[in-house]
């Protein structure tokens, strides 16, 4: 029996149509577009403004793209796998509520949450599920409503993050595209920099709690850059060193959409020169775990079959990777 690697065979996206421009975060709190944009590359991001639709909207509509223009049926996917760090309820699955409300009836389903690399160890997940010759289709979405957990008053955060969903679908191939390698990582040294205080079994909901504001994101924002540059890159390099490839062999950097600054240095670090570097940050900023399936949804188009292509990411906990994966078609 030929060997089973797993491979995307097809890509999804949706973001919200508000857009919260830098000069509109000008009118809320102490900032301007031009220290926003040097800073973070980031000029826009979209924003989910119905109060009553959570991540699982965004997942749904990312999923019904994928299926779409794929054409494969529902009732063919066997898991849908979740991977986001603002879940629809603290208890019920939200990676379940997708699914049905795809009409993948007959997928098991779940959440899979480690912050802005939740996607990345999702791609790990999702392929060992493939070559484990069990599966046949994997739907793995990266899916976050970060403006339900940031303080639009705090400067520091307010401007990074925005809401979107990605989507990609994993199947067994035969000619050995797909996932090649990978390198996680994760340390707690970085639990109190970059987190929601409460609403956890540590410190559970309460008025005081709420009273507090401890119930949206914070982060020490220089200490998490720090890590983040230097894992990132790190991450990336060995992942090359490892697999006997060069700067001239990848085709494409797929990084974490986060801070342009540390996607350059990622970049710097693997000797690739920019038009190689795929990035959408500009447009959307930090939308956690739906980064990097919606820069291979904006992105798809360029990729050609046998590409070589780096996906990197680094997110609190904290968590971080890069995997080697090689493109399987070509879009049509």
Known sequence: MSTITAAITAVGGYVPDFVLSNKVLETMVDTNDEWITTRTGIKERRILKDADKGTSFLAIKAAQDLIAKSNIDPLE??????????????????????????????????????????????????????????????????????????????????????????????????????????????????????KIPAGGSLLPTSIKTVNDNQHNIIQDGKTV?????????????????????????????????????????????????????????????NTTSATLPLVLFDFEHLFKKGDTIILAAFGGGFTWGSIYLTWAYDKK
């Open 225 to 285: 850059f720090k890590y983040a540059v230097t894992n990132m890159a790190d991450a990336s390099e060995l992942i090359l060193k490892r697999n006997n490839l060069t700067n001239e062999d990848v085709n494409w950097l797929v990084p974490h959409q986060a801070n342009k600054r540390i996607i350059d240095a990622t970049a710097h670090r693997m000797n690739l020169e920019d038009d190689k570097v795929l990035m959408n940050i500009e447009k959307y900023g």
């Open 77 to 194: 996917i066997d898991l849908v796998l979740m991977a986001t760090a603002t879940a629809d309820m603290p208890v019920a699955s939200t990676g379940a509520h997708v699914a049905t409300s795809i009409g993948a009836t007959n997928a098991f389903a779940y959440d899979l949450q480690a912050a802005c690399s939740s996607f990345l160890f999702g791609m790990s997940t999702a392929a060992a599920y493939i070559q484990s010759g069990r599966y046949k289709k994997v739907l793995l979405i990266g899916a976050d409503k970060m403006s339900s957990i940031v303080d639009y008053k705090d400067r520091s955060t307010c401007i990074i993050f925005g809401d979107g969903a990605g989507a990609v679908l994993f199947e067994p191939n035969y000619e050995g595209y797909g996932l090649q390698d990978e390198y996680l990582r994760s340390d707690s040294v970085g639990r109190d920099f970059l």
